[in-house]
């Protein structure tokens, strides 16, 4: 069986430098807030080409906390693609703010530029991006908009750790740059964990003051805050895995661009930009028998991924939220399939998948 993901078999080849950074955090008796997350927030800050990262407990609380310090205005809109995994949406409702949905490329997965300035209103105050799958958006128009229309930028960066655009890191663009280390991650911690990433030392310093519980001095509260501070532990072993970043990164390329060279032009494979640079979180395919094609795989020992099954207009809770319809994002989440693509995975293993997933095309020839 070739499983989507294993995580343990992912995490193995830094088992010993875990232990080592674990048994040191242990005995060094600080475990919130210490010189782990600090000197993770330097490193990381470094390697999104910003200024400053602050640490937080995960991705969601990230998107929550950065669009808290920018202060918009209670029920102000904030635009966002149709197609996102329903965190990003939910840190908007959470954040007192209204989303408003744009529809993807279907090329790209990413949101069109070219269909945002249509859902700008009075009410506009804030374009959030998510760089999917990892995949950098087409920044330079949405940076354009933003200046034309006074708006703020916040990227979802949970699926884009090093993913760039015409050279520069998701994550450096706008106003915020937000993270999450989910374990399945190309940069995975061993628990839940997040970062915000900004180039403003005042937005820095409300990020570090809603983390923890609105205080940048114990016991003396300047705003309402939570309880959201990325784990000591957790940010050790950050530190381990951001050193091997290049290399997590480099094998999942190499996987896809096997996978491009070998699977059937039936698919629909990710499209290659020479302007960008893609990580490959997720190698996503598309096909309108996606759930045949998903069943076909599994039993021939092949685990896979929809990412995602339900469009977020579509989900139980977003139904006196979202509205509309969306046939763009509804294609995407109807055909989509992901594709074993983890650091744990072989070239062998590529080979199957492709062998697998091509005898099902043949199959109905």
Not at 237 to 261: D, G, N, P
Request: aromatic share 10%; glycine share 6%.
């Amino acid at each position: 069986m070739i499983p989507y993901e294993n995580l343990a078999k992912l995490n193995a080849p830094f088992f010993d430098e875990y232990q080592q950074v674990f048994k040191a955090t242990l005995e060094g008796g600080w475990y919130v807030l210490g010189e782990q997350v600090r000197a993770f927030e330097r490193e990381f800050a470094s390697y999104t080409g910003t200024a400053y990262c602050a640490g937080v407990a995960n991705g969601l609380d990230a998107l929550v906390i950065a669009l808290r310090a920018l202060e918009l205005p209670v029920g102000a809109e904030v635009i966002v693609p149709a197609n996102t995994y329903i965190a990003t949406i939910l840190a908007i409702v959470q954040a007192g703010l209204q989303p408003v949905l744009v529809e993807p490329e279907l090329a790209t997965y990413n949101i069109d530029p070219k269909k945002i300035e249509a859902k700008i209103s009075a009410n506009t105050k804030a374009i959030m991006v998510v760089h999917l799958y990892g995949k950098a958006c087409d920044m330079d128009p949405i940076l354009a908009l933003c200046s034309v229309y006074g708006l703020r930028l916040l990227e979802d960066c949970a699926q884009s750790h090093g993913a760039t655009y015409k050279g520069k890191m998701t994550g450096s663009f706008g106003d915020f740059g937000c993270f999450s280390f989910y374990p399945t991650k190309n940069l995975g911690a061993l628990g839940d964990a997040g970062a915000v990433v900004c180039n403003d030392e005042a937005l820095l310093q409300k990020v570090k003051m809603l983390r923890n519980y609105g205080s940048s001095q114990k016991y003396h509260n300047q705003v309402v805050g939570f309880n959201s501070r990325l784990d000591e532990i957790q940010a050790a072993f950050l530190r381990v895995k951001l050193r091997h970043i290049a290399a997590i990164t480099a094998h999942k390329q190499v996987l896809a661009k096997q996978y491009l060279s070998k699977l059937s032009s039936e698919y629909v494979l990710p499209k290659l930009n020479a302007q960008h640079v893609d990580v490959y979180h997720i190698f996503n395919i598309r096909h309108a028998l996606r759930d045949e094609l998903k069943a076909y795989l599994l039993e021939n020992g092949v685990g896979t991924e929809v990412h995602y099954p339900v469009a977020p207009h579509h989900q139980v809770a977003m139904r006196c939220i979202l509205f509309g319809e969306y046939p763009i994002s509804e294609e995407i989440h109807r055909t989509t399939l992901s594709l074993p693509v983890s650091y744990c995975h072989t070239m062998a293993d590529i080979d199957y998948v492709c062998d697998v997933a091509n005898s099902f095309v043949s199959s109905r020839a």
